[in-house]
């Protein structure tokens, strides 16, 4: 799907801004073609990957999850602009039978909000409005927890289900790699901050 914030949400998970060296180019609004490659700037071995939706005439599901070695995954994101499709949904199941863990992403937050509020309705009806309107048919089997409402500008980043989302993908993470995920995660909670203290605190001092 285009346009649905995917490159700055890449860019945000590797605590980069979107004019940072070696960040993710936004802005562009084409569907994505080809898979896109992220590696991130404290460990070159853990990348983040953009792929292409399936279950068109180009991406077939019969095929896609082969081709795309998504059994490799070590982590999914579905990420949206508006609601999640049945197609979605196959990846949502996959994720399940291959035990890899998996998350949904609603974006644009931010518009919504402000287009919401003009209309008379409070920020608390819109969010849950939201929530609502994304676990119709086709997902009737998923956990609400791996929901998450963002918006992926810079500014708003750390708004909203931001810090719930960072925590389950770090949750989900082990070694180096978490190690280096948390500390370049934008939130500034201070549970976010011990983390960060705890890591170089280890890596310093041998602690």
Not at 37 to 66: M, R, W
Not at 92 to 109: G, N
Not at 140 to 151: G, N, Q, T
């Amino acid at each position: 799907m285009k346009g649905v914030g995917k490159s700055s949400l890449v860019n945000r998970l590797r605590g980069l801004t979107d004019l940072s060296p070696g960040a993710a180019k936004v802005g562009i609004t084409q569907t994505t073609m080809e898979v896109g490659s992220y590696p991130h700037p404290l460990n070159a071995n853990f990348i983040l990957y953009d792929l292409p939706g399936v279950g068109t005439t180009k991406f077939p599901k019969e095929t896609y999850f082969e081709k795309y070695r998504l059994n490799e995954a070590h982590f999914v994101i579905l990420v949206t602009r508006n609601r999640f499709s049945s197609n979605d949904h196959l990846i949502y199941k996959y994720c399940q039978t291959q035990d890899i863990p998996f998350c949904l992403v609603r974006t644009h937050m931010d518009i919504d909000i402000k287009g919401d509020k003009e209309r008379g309705i409070s920020e608390a009806q819109a969010i849950q409005s939201l929530r609502n309107e994304c676990f119709l048919e086709e997902f009737p089997d998923l956990r609400k927890d791996l929901f998450f409402l963002i918006s992926c500008r810079e500014k708003h980043f750390n708004k909203w289900d931001s810090d719930n989302l960072q925590t389950y993908i770090s949750n989900s993470l082990h070694g180096e790699v978490k190690d280096v995920f948390i500390l370049r995660a934008t939130t500034t909670s201070e549970v976010w901050l011990e983390k960060k203290s705890a890591i170089l605190r280890r890596v310093l001092f041998n602690l």
